[in-house]
């Protein structure tokens, strides 16, 4: 077997979560070269984080940094290219729909190595979502695609993609199997919080789409209040700028409903989800770890490229409508049988396999 160069592209918390679970399975195998961009600063990137859930720290991090789309995502396209360059891996294998996504993406498709993507077929068919026309055209420009359900994969045949696409399941299952029992074993946050399982509502809100614009922010922080249990909502630094630069801040904090607490890390925040009755969130990686947790999920947007958590009646989408917020965070209706979407917690090994064949074939190509 041909052993393989991997230079995996990463740029926020989320994206090492997904990237864990395949870093461990290609690295039994082949030799992986990890870069971070830099594009979020995330406190919670520390030591901790990466000796906790056993993810391999970056051999580069290029520390771009926020900034407007076009001179990050130019940034950070300088400083792939001169890495990639340098190191001359046979595959670029990036996730998801971020700015770095793009970026390596676009770099890879104009160099020699092969590009794979982690996440492929995914859509919201919103375009004013920057996260959708990332993920557009990184499928696009992609030798490889990794669709975590049959939806996906038909929705890039629908667009003409036709080669290169595999349905692996998806990698963040992997990642939630892998941390659900070490976050019962060594969180103490809901002790240390004074909440039992079952008895409180979890809520993310952070999309720029929601924190950017008052009024939907208002409305959702109304619907939140008027849950009918305590709503825990660890409070993304944009949130709490949001709701100061709206006045909103001292009528969220003095909500007896509304538990604010600062943002935690990765094994707490799955104990705190783990725990949950339900979810409420604007997060897309939150709506699938709610699926797997079986957590009814309460959706803070008008659309979500996870359709299929919503058509099996497990994800309501609500939007910024305060009514429809209190009615979902309120409803009593049972729950369908839940249907296996995603694979069976195997994403990883399947994306090795794949990129370990289609390496063989283009060496034996080029020989």
Known sequence: MTRLKVLSVVGARPQFIKAFPVSKALRREHDEVLVHTGQHYDESLSGVFFDELDIPKPDYN???????????TAEMMQRLDTVIADEAPDV?????????TLAAALVTSKREPRLAHVEAGLRSHNWEMPEEVNRVLTDHCSDLLFAPSESAASTLEAEGIHDGVYVTGDVQYDAILAVRGAARERSTVLEEMGLRDGEYVLATVHRAGNTDDPARLEAIMTGLGDADRPVVFPVHPRTENALKAADLWTRVAEDENIVLVDPVGYLDFVRLLDGAERVATDSGGVQKEAFYLDKRCVTLRDETEWVETVDSGWNTLVGADTDAIRTALQSTDSLPDKPSLYGDGTAAQRIVEVLSADTERHTSTRR
């Open 62 to 72: 290029l520390g771009v940094g926020s900034g407007g789309h076009a001179a990050q």
């Open 92 to 100: 670029v294998l990036v996730y998801g729909d971020t700015n770095s």
